[in-house]
Structure formats: structure tokens, C-alpha cells
């Protein structure tokens, strides 16, 4: 492959002081190789078809994240990406539990919204699946009694941002 289409041709200027750390939503649905995804010319998802219906996750504030490890393998000339998404969930009950099993089975995909607005969509092309789950019950007075999850996936491309209008047709109200 010729290096002529690796070449940086752009550099990052330093933000304003208005980025927001954190995220705000959480959208979870079942992982289908027929969806498709279409972009605009900067690889941001404006249209989505043939989705399953995504379910909305509401957390604790400051308890869910998204990170995405960049993993280079100089030496075979590729590239590939982690992602990872946790998050926390309050007051440990059944119907909770339940979906917790239903979670650790299924491959899912993931849109995150974070703090400054921006939906990013993880598990676009295998999916994402549940990594680590804990259920506790907590010991002492401001211990955490419920769940943490974390999904991963791995990917030969970055997460990709997604509009929400995007995918707000395929989101389902139901929730526990």
C-alpha cells in the first residue's frame, strides 16, 4: 500500500475551554449484521436502517464512560481500536438481575452520548459484549448496593459519532 494516503495533512488547534467531561445517555440494543449506515462526507452516521430497537440505560450521574484504546502493531502495518463502555446501576432488584443475564448473553450495540452532546456508536461492526459485570450488595453505610457493566469490542476502525436522528426511530420507551 502506498504511504501517499497516510499522510497528515491537518493539525488539532487547542479547544476553548468548553469541552464538558461525563456522559448523559445511554442506548443499548441487540447487535444485527443487516444493519446499514449511511455517512456524510466527514464519516458521521446521518441515517440508519434496518436497526433493533435500542433501550435507553439511565445511570447515576458520573458513572458511566467510554474509552476507545488505540492498539498499533508497527511491525504488521495494522491498526485496531477497544472500545470500552461501563456503567453503573443503583439498587439491586430481579428485574435488574434479569436483564443483567439477558446482557451477558446477548451482542449489542451501544450509542453514548456524552457531555457535550456528541453520540458516538460502539459495536457498529461485530457488536459489543458484556466483559465484566458485578452485582453487590454493598457492606457499610455509602457503600453501593446494584451493578457495574462493562462492554468491549474490537474494531479495525474508531467509534463512529452518530446523528440521533439518526437512530431515534428505533428507540423503544420500555424500560424496568
Known sequence: MSQANCLLDTGIARVCKSNAPGNVEIYIGNFSGATSYTTD????????????????????????????????????????????????????????????????KATTVIIIKDSNGLYTLVGKEVGCDLSTGLNQSGVATGDRNGYEFEFTTESASPAAFIEFDAFSSFIDDTQI
Open 41 to 104: 462526507a466527514d464519516n458521521l452516521i446521518t441515517g440508519v436502517t434496518s436497526m433493533t430497537p435500542v433501550y435507553k440505560f439511565e445511570f447515576p450521574r458520573n458513572t458511566a464512560g467510554f474509552v476507545e484504546n488505540i492498539q498499533s502493531t508497527p511491525v504488521n502495518d495494522e491498526i485496531s481500536y477497544q472500545q470500552v463502555v461501563s456503567m453503573v446501576f443503583n439498587k439491586r432488584d430481579v428485574a435488574k438481575r434479569n436483564l443483567m443475564l439477558l446482557l451477558a
